[in-house]
């Protein structure tokens, strides 16, 4: 049985920039695939080879052992949404799906099951260029998911979303492939992956440089994931811990603890009788190996 999605020994050349280089990887059924990198890695690229738009300079990229370009029935077996989909400005979400569903021999009753799929009934009769970009995203995967598809290629779906629209996103995609279909997903922000995703392929300047299931890469840190406390005023609790040999950084209200547990912390505030209004466990140590592998800053980008 080979793999949903396989990628060989790819590499693109664009003139003196290799944009993608001996990159190999595979993606499976019934897992969401996190694709990191910062910008500029090659993400796009790698997707834009799989999907037979751009030649590889060399290796392969297939969709169930087969290169997309001689895939019998591309719309029923791979969807994808790159550049947030293209759409006519003019015309309304329900017709824009139609229009892409006739021309795949696909009717309007799987066009309303997909308005109603990615919460866009309401909003389906009006013009799509008015619609939010949270809409036009989930525009997108309803017409990537036209043809029923058990493979799913999005690219960095969760740009530019508000917090409520990622969480839409993360539970969509968790149930796509609760339902047997392979998620290729692109991120420049760890952050947006690392709830939702299965399986990692990190890659920096083209080249893979960790991939494998998100758990292991977790594990490879080996140290506490670190905490944040808000409150309004946790100064002196940072005061106090940092007086302990905790690295600790922040500002009055916000406060970071890079090397204690929740519990530790805890009870540091338990002691002092501090007033707080959250204690978070944060992912702090998969960001750390996640800069550490990709050269990225974690500033703006
Ligand atoms: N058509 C092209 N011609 C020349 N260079 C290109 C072309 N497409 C991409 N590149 C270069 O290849 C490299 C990888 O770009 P790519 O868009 O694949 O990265 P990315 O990881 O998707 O980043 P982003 O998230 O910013 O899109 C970059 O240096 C980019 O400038």
Do not use: C
Request: proline share 4%; charged share 20%; net charge neutral.
């Amino acid at each position: 049985m080979p793999h949903a999605i396989e990628v060989a020994g790819l590499t693109k050349r664009f003139g003196p920039v290799t944009a993608v280089d001996d990159l190999s990887f595979t993606v499976d059924e019934g897992r969401v695939t996190g694709f990191l990198g910062p910008n500029g890695a090659g993400k796009t690229t790698t997707l834009r080879m799989l999907l037979g738009l751009v030649n590889p300079t060399s290796g392969a990229a297939t969709v169930h052992g087969q290169p997309f370009t001689t895939l019998n029935d591309p719309i029923h077996t791979v969807g994808a949404v790159l550049d947030g989909g293209m759409l006519h400005p003019g015309r309304s979400g329900r017709n824009h799906l139609r229009t892409l569903g006739r021309a795949a021999g696909i009717g309007n009753r799987r066009v309303e099951e997909l308005l109603e799929l990615v919460a866009l009934k309401d909003a389906a009769h009006r013009r799509a260029g008015g619609y939010s970009l949270g809409m036009r995203q989930r525009l997108g995967l309803a017409a990537a998911l036209l043809g029923d598809p058990k493979v799913l290629v999005l690219d960095e779906p969760a740009n530019g979303l508000d917090p409520q629209g990622i969480r839409w996103l993360r539970d969509f995609l968790r149930r796509l492939a609760g339902e047997g279909r392979a998620v290729l997903v692109s991120s420049h922000v760890l952050a947006e992956v690392s709830q939702t995703a299965d399986d990692v392929v990190v890659i920096a300047k083209g080249k893979s440089v960790a991939q494998g299931p998100l758990q292991e890469l977790m594990a490879r840190s080996g140290r506490d994931g670190g905490v944040r406390v808000s409150g309004p005023d946790v100064r002196r609790l940072g005061d106090i811990l940092y007086s302990q040999g905790a690295r600790v950084s922040g500002d009055a209200t916000q406060i970071t603890v890079s090397d204690r547990s929740g519990e530790q912390v805890g009870r540091v505030i338990a002691e002092h009788q501090i007033v707080i209004s959250e204690l978070v466990s944060i992912g702090g140590s998969l960001e750390d190996v996640y800069f550490e592998l990709t050269g990225a800053t974690g500033g703006p980008s």
